[in-house]
């Protein structure tokens, strides 16, 4: 029986061990992957910020109508007649609204909003901010994969997962996700919550496996 036990054992850690060495195959793909994005970023980065400041321009004009019943209290929907230009040349934004009547006294409201060659300058300076937002993403997620990847490493050697460089390795695994998911919160994003529970659910998992290691580091002492 006691050998059944032993093989059973043996073939369970053998699958631990392969998946960690496949893990950590994939991980070792992915950090290539992410480096070169990385780089990738930051020369794009460089790239729009060399860029003269008309090396892009925006013209739109942009209109519509709103009609008002007269049926409709003015007090309810009222859009309040504008003209408003900002800017000075060439490079300016025009926001105007036009309120006239119907014969039948509906209100109509005419609005157009006019965008007469914007200068590049903006538009670079975002576009090379995205792209160091983006390298700075994908930088604490290479943080992570590589701290998966001695945690797969370590799994891939192991002949227990209760090992204490398993646990050492989950530890700060876990660890390595928090600048992440604290960094997703700052900037604002929609999956900035979303990643923080995952995170959380991530820790705590870690933690239950580590009271279940110490139970099990137990257990074999008393026997």
């Known amino acids: ?31 290539v992957v992410i480096t070169v994005s990385i780089v990738m970023c930051i020369v794009l980065g460089i ?12 013209n739109a004009d942009l209109g519509g109508r709103i009609t008002v ?26 926001y105007n609204v036009t309120e006239t009547r119907a014969e039948d006294g509906s209100r109509i409201y005419d609005i157009s909003l006019g965008l007469d060659k914007a200068a590049g300058m903006g538009f670079k300076f975002l576009c090379m901010g995205l792209m160091f937002l983006a390298a700075v993403s994908m930088t604490f997620i290479a943080v992570i994969v590589i701290f998966g990847k001695r945690l797969a490493k370590a799994l891939e050697k192991c002949s227990s997962p209760f090992e204490e460089n398993v646990i050492k390795k989950m530890k700060a695994f876990g660890i390595s996700m928090i600048p992440w998911a604290g960094f997703k919160l700052i900037i604002g994003t929609i999956g900035g919550i979303t990643t923080a529970i995952f ?15 110490k139970l099990q580091k137990e257990s074999d002492e008393t026997l």
Request: charged letters at 25%; a neutral charge.
């Open 47 to 58: 790239y729009f910020l060399t860029l003269p400041d008309d090396a892009v321009s925006v």
């Open 69 to 94: 019943s007269s049926e409709v209290p003015e007090n309810m929907i009222k859009v309040e007649e504008d003209d408003i230009d900002i800017g000075k040349g060439k490079n300016h934004l025009v």
């Open 1 to 31: 029986m006691k050998g059944t036990n032993t093989v059973l054992k043996d073939k369970s850690i053998r699958k631990i061990n392969g998946l960690g060495k496949a893990s950590r195959i994939l991980l070792t793909i992915a950090f």
């Open 199 to 213: 995170v959380l659910v991530v820790l705590l998992f870690i933690a239950v496996f580590n009271y279940g290691a």
